[in-house]
């Protein structure tokens, strides 16, 4: 048990659908992260929250948004994708605070999406 | 472009041999290093860190990796692999003083361990 945890842990929709992935981080961190592993790829990072603001947000396309509450929560909103964003789509989380960012990842299972 | 290389795409070994992985990376400045590893079914877990000092560092589960900065480097060893270590491995580095909050990975190192 990481402390992160994410649901669900498989979707699959079709591309007309509207979809959210859930993270929870039980490790009183301030920060998270949603990445995207694709096979044969390195992890891509998508987004970035530090204390519930955006700091990152690496040219993703605007059918992902993401949307952090407070700093346990974190959701990745999915409209209109396409095939090629079938992944699995991780979330993580780090001590970090303000600008200075502890490195240390900690991983959820992640969510296995398929889109149709 | 800046690049974190595992060339090992897979590497299957026999129980009790040794093992290395390689990490290099192309970032020039001061950089963290980390080694993931993804058990099959399991979430990644960092298995090591490097931040400063000596650059032999020692993980759980006895593995160790060494930072050697002249090569960009930082390969991953363990002098007697056991089935249990079948996984993926990543390699992931952090460069400092870019501002971002980002780590740049590897492609992963299939470990299949033969009992």
């Known amino acids: 048990e990481t402390g992160v945890t994410q649901t669900p842990r498989h979707l699959v929709m079709g591309m007309t659908n509207k979809k959210s992935l859930k993270c929870e981080q039980h490790?009183?961190?301030?920060?998270m992260y949603w990445y995207k592993q694709s096979a044969k790829k390195p992890l891509e990072l998508m987004f970035v929250?530090?204390?519930?603001?955006?700091?990152e947000n690496n040219s993703v396309p605007s059918r992902f948004s993401p949307e952090c509450p407070n700093s346990s929560h974190l959701f990745l909103h999915l409209h209109t994708l396409q095939p090629e964003d079938s992944a699995l789509y991780l979330c993580?989380?780090?001590?970090?605070?303000?600008?200075?960012?502890?490195?240390?990842?900690?991983f959820g299972p992640g969510t296995r999406l398929t889109v149709l | 472009a800046q690049s974190v290389s595992q060339h090992n795409h897979h590497v299957i070994l026999s129980e009790a041999a040794s093992l290395e992985l390689g990490c290099n990376y192309s970032?020039?400045?001061?950089?963290?290093l980390f080694w993931y590893v993804q058990y099959p079914g399991q979430h990644l877990q960092l298995l090591l860190k490097?931040?400063?000092?000596?650059?032999l560092v020692k993980g759980i589960k006895g593995f160790e990796a060494e930072f050697i900065k002249s090569k960009f480097s930082f390969n991953l060893r363990k002098p007697s692999v056991q089935w249990s270590d079948t996984a993926e491995y990543f390699c992931a580095v952090k460069v400092l003083g870019t501002g971002a909050n980002n780590l740049f990975f590897g492609t992963g190192t299939r470990l299949t361990v033969i009992p």
């Open positions: 490790l009183g961190h301030n920060a």
């Open positions: 929250y530090s204390l519930e603001e955006r700091v």
């Open positions: 490097y931040f400063s000092g000596d650059p």
């Open positions: 970032y020039g400045g001061t950089v963290n």
């Open positions: 993580a989380s780090s001590p970090g605070s303000g600008g200075a960012f502890i490195d240390t990842q900690y």
